[in-house]
């Protein structure tokens, strides 16, 4: 049984686009002229053993072949023998589940190519968004391009190397096999781009074993209260200069939090952590490699809230973000099933979460189905219950759809018989079994129920001429 991962909110989706509020994929990162003969990004050279300082040279040779070993497992598809060297989860039980879900991924989708490289600020740096090698390999007539300004090329710190704690930045570089459409599986494999991230990381040596660990990014944090004496705090971490960010979310998820739980009629004591990552590469690699759909946030039982960390959060963006991750993170507490429900269900209830922190959302939801009524398409439930196999055609009918049913059962049943349903199914009921048991009525019977409430749809309409 594969868990479905909860996909939030794609991106233009704050924008209240409707009715095809998917954003289209990101597009791939500008080729830099010397990109069309990519080469392997070379191993960096050991570092020279300064007389000064040979015990930093030993830990970076050490942490070295730990990173030879993560890449082998990687390539072998090998889950196990690649996070035997991350942090156990009484060090990190959050980083530790996100990278248990990120190494399952492996089981689907095994990378042609992966690397993982200490980046050496000594040498000169290649941007991350796919230019191959480093400067030294452009021939030397050919200014090398500067790198394109994005927050993952940060001047590089120097590697810092103690006896029992690493912190240097990580070059994760990898290129998926080529692969049909996704629209179109019966069509010629395609050849996948290379994608690359770099971030700062921290290897610890933990004292059991004597060995080093794989313990995510460097991050800084700020915390925010909980708010009220039986809800857990809240622990932002970011990284660069995101603390402003990160300030405003540990100020603004208490109160979002405070309105969610109301609406699920239930206070989870949970220290709920939210990951600010400052570009959509680095989100996107932190789920899982072959994970390539925009996004601006993220969340699954046990991880963090991630969030990707934007100035548009300083405006009205923050609060209905993390309010649709929330209600994750409150379906989750539902019961140890949740991640079973039906997608557009899941997505559905975090929609509704997001309702009272974005105006104009349910009136969104409400056009764009009704819309989708009128040329009768609105999508069939059961190809939407499957993140990993729904068609992405009906990507923005798992939002739409899902709230706007749920909004349905929330004002003809109330909100408590709503909570029971969704409880009923994050403890193990299936759809029908729910909606018979809180609800009074068979799912079919929903179903009915619901479209009753949408227009009707219009005999198709000959095509117009096309204008001359
Ligand atoms: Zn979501």
Known sequence: MTPRARILAPLALLALSVPSHLAPAAPPAPPTPNAAAPQPAPRPAPAPLGRDEPEAA?????????????????????????????????????FRTEQVNWAKDLGRHVPAEFTLEIVDPAAPQVGDAGAPGP???????????????????????????????????????????PAPPRDDPA???????????????RFVRLPLSGRWYYAGEDWASVTGAAYAPDSGPVVVKYLGDSRDIAERVAETLPRVRRRVDEGFEYRPAITQEVKLYPSMRHLQASIYLSYADPLSGWNEPGEAIKILARENMMAGALEPLLAHEYGHVATFELGEHATKMPWWLVEGVAELAAE????????????????????????????????????????????????????FVSETFGRTKRNQWLTLMARGGTLDEATAGALGLSWAQLDERWRATLPTAEPPQPEPDPEP
Not at 66 to 83: C, D, P, S
Not at 153 to 176: G, I, K, Q, S
Not at 364 to 374: D, G, I, L, N, T
């Open 187 to 201: 069509a010629e494999p395609v050849p996948k781009r290379e994608r690359r991230v770099s971030f700062p990381v």
């Open 135 to 177: 400067a030294a390999a452009a021939p030397p007539d050919q200014p090398v391009p500067p790198p394109p300004g994005t927050p993952d090329d940060p001047a590089v710190p120097p590697p810092v190397y103690t006896a029992n704690e690493a912190r240097f930045t990580l070059r994760m570089t990898w290129r998926m096999p």
């Open 58 to 94: 030993r830990i970076r040779l050490e942490i070295g072949q730990a990173l030879r070993q993560m890449e082998a497992a990687v390539l072998a598809a090998n889950q196990e023998a690649y996070l035997a060297w991350v942090v156990p989860a009484e060090s990190d039980p959050v």
């Open 356 to 407: 009272a922190f974005s105006p104009g959302l349910a009136d969104a939801s409400r056009a764009a189905v009704e819309s989708w009524a009128r040329r009768g398409r609105l999508a069939p439930w059961e190809p939407m219950a499957d993140f990993y196999t729904c068609p992405p055609r009906y990507h923005g009918h798992v939002y739409r759809q899902g709230h706007h049913l749920l909004g």
